[in-house]
């Protein structure tokens, strides 16, 4: 795990300034605190920040080949470079390193850009090859590593951060037209970035950039499935997985370096510990945080599992006098709004877990592959709710807010969960995705802001425009995977983590097991209401303790609305909004109502926080 940065002028007479190339290598130095290299040929130029994993000794990049006419930077591991090394050294190839680093500068030589479709790994990187005057940019299947990259006075910039491509010394502007999509979301999606001429290279996806020109294209996506053949035997699905699990958490154990994994005591990161437990022939180092609120406290199912596999295990408290810490961390090493509030206590374990390891494994990425979320349960409901009469389904929504408006706390933000619900099963399946994003009415939402928009019903409608389910069930499963996976979940990881210099590997997201899972039938991955990722359970039910297989999901939340009603946040919260072009007196409602117990407002007053003060630097 490691930063890059590039510079290509489309002048080939300009030549590159290294003192700049250095400042984008610089500024990105917390990713790759173990080393710096350059490559500078003319008008391009490569930088590579250094956390060594593998190959501690003769891993350093830049990497070339023998001739010294293709040269490498590379941010990730590619788990299966073993076996791709044997199968080069079987066609000829020789290798000078043990590193992953030169089995795809060898792959490179053998298949081309081809060589993407060979690796089993997470990662972004670029090639150049000075005998075809070529810059080959790539990124991985699922979006674990990040790319963002911008044309700027006929000079193509690239980075891990976008950081990077403003210590070249671009003047960096606000795209203030995604306001309405990073308020509804949290986040800004591929392949957008929340400043003007910067795009994030979107998951799957590589660059070419020669004879003057920059083109896209797509060389993975999720495989074309046909709901009526979805694999439906629950026997053959549980065992492939199981095989499929246990080859993922081993190869991701490949590590010259002290490693470990985030154990929150839920089933995803318990089954990872489990397997870990199987595969290592030493304790496995595991981490856990916790709150003092209770109801977001999970150390004690943590604790469960890391006596059940006599783990070496560390625990951790988070305070809210952690938050102003965590805005500014936020703000520099997100470089753009970025309001999920796990990104706290992800930041916070991140930091923990490297006082004593290099590399972790997570379980991210599992409610996404295995259908873990509860929106999975309620897109099921959905069907059966709508052949109930018309005017029952309309009148419950109000019926349930009425009655219970006398009420604060937690009657109240049961009821009001209770109505939304009840009102999104009335809508079209686009719009109960929109809804769901956040917990007011989008009305309300788009009456926070001015100017013109990218509307989110339009962003939605292009994210489906080629896929044809009948079922939601299914969409909703396209969008995790192909929208909030890479755009939330993995740069939420990548950036806390990278932040103090951590590696993240993720097991369920082993290409192999998103390929073969996107296949199976949903009455295997939930058979009944309760059962969310019932293929995980039952592989694991003789590994794990029943208290861990059958415990209700808990995510990885943060109380912030609770922290919120503290008057010692007075003074952050109350701000002249209005300056940054929205909607005070409704910032001030919505304050108030949080903090009156009315409503559950505090992950979008923490959206509202983070985007106005990153918007103050403009």
Not at 478 to 506: C, F, G, I, W
């Amino acid at each position: 795990m490691c930063g890059i940065a590039g510079i290509y002028h489309f002048d080939h007479q300009r030549k590159v300034d290294q003192d700049k190339l250095k400042k984008m290598s610089d500024v990105i130095a917390h990713r790759g605190p173990d080393g710096e290299g350059f490559y500078v040929n003319g008008n391009i130029g490569l930088a590579h920040r250094r956390l060594s994993i593998i190959d501690l000794a003769s891993g350093a990049q830049p990497m070339y080949n023998d001739d010294g006419k293709i040269a490498i930077v590379f941010n990730g591991e590619i788990y299966n470079y073993i076996e791709i090394q044997q199968e080069l050294k079987l066609l000829g190839h020789k290798f000078r390193t043990t590193s992953d680093t030169e089995v795809i500068i060898r792959a490179y030589e053998q298949w081309g850009v081809d060589c993407q479709e060979k690796l089993n790994g997470m990662w972004s990187l670029a090639i150049w090859d000075d005998n075809k005057k070529q810059l080959f940019i790539t990124r991985d299947r699922m979006g674990e590593k990040p790319l963002n990259f911008g044309l700027f006075e006929n000079t193509l910039l690239f980075g891990s951060e976008i950081k990077s491509i403003g210590a070249y010394g671009i003047d960096l502007r606000p795209e203030t037209e995604l306001l309405e999509l990073y308020l509804f979301l949290g986040y800004i999606p591929e392949p957008y970035t929340f400043y003007k001429g910067i795009h994030k290279l979107k998951a799957g996806h590589y660059l070419i950039v020669r004879d003057n020109q920059i083109k896209e294209y797509k060389y993975w996506d999720l495989p074309e499935v046909d709901e009526q053949k979805l694999i439906k035997d629950q026997d053959i699905v549980i065992e492939e997985f199981s095989r499929l699990f246990y080859d993922s958490v081993r190869i991701r154990m490949r590590s010259d370096v002290a490693y470990g994994a985030f154990l929150s005591g839920g089933l995803d990161s318990s089954s990872i510990v489990a397997v870990m437990s199987q595969v290592s022939d030493k304790p496995v180092e595991t981490f856990t945080i916790g709150f003092n609120e209770k109801k977001f406290d999970e150390r004690g199912m943590a604790r469960l599992v890391a006596e059940k596999f006599k783990t070496h295990h560390h625990e951790h408290i988070v305070e809210p006098d952690t938050l102003d810490e965590a805005l500014k961390s936020v703000l520099f090493h997100y470089d753009e709004p970025f309001a999920d509030p796990a990104a706290i206590p992800t930041g916070i374990v991140s930091a923990y877990a490297a006082n004593e390891v290099k590399m972790v494994l997570t379980g991210d990425g599992a409610d996404e592959v295995l259908a873990g979320y509860s929106s999975y349960q309620s897109e099921s409901l959905v069907h059966k709710y709508q052949q109930v009469p018309g005017f029952i389904r309309k009148a419950l929504p109000k019926l349930i807010t009425s009655s219970t408006s006398i009420f604060a706390g937690s009657v109240r933000y049961k009821a009001n969960r209770v109505s939304r619900v009840l009102t999104n099963f009335n809508a079209p399946f686009q719009e109960r995705l929109i809804s769901k994003s956040v917990k007011i009415a989008p009305a309300s939402i788009k009456s926070l802001y001015n100017g013109n928009q990218i509307r989110i019903e339009d962003f939605v409608s292009n994210v489906f425009k080629h896929v044809h389910f009948s079922n939601s069930f299914y969409d909703m499963m396209y969008y995790n995977l192909k929208v909030s996976l890479p755009a939330q979940m993995l740069v939420k990881v990548d950036r806390m983590s990278m932040a103090h210099s951590l590696e993240t590997r993720a097991p369920f997201l082993d290409h192999r097991i998103v390929e073969y899972m996107y296949g199976v039938d949903k009455r295997v991955k939930m058979p009944n209401m309760k059962d969310v990722k019932w293929v995980l359970k039952q592989a694991m039910k003789n590994a794990l303790p029943a208290e861990i297989i059958d415990r209700k999901k808990k995510g990885f939340d943060v109380p912030l609305r609770e922290w919120f009603k503290d008057d010692t946040f007075n003074s952050r919260l109350d701000q002249d909004y209005d300056q940054f072009g929205l909607n005070g007196d409704l910032i001030k409602k919505i304050v108030a109502e949080n903090k009156q117990g009315k409503a559950d407002h505090g992950t979008l007053i923490w959206r509202l926080l983070v985007y106005a003060k990153w918007i103050k630097q403009f």
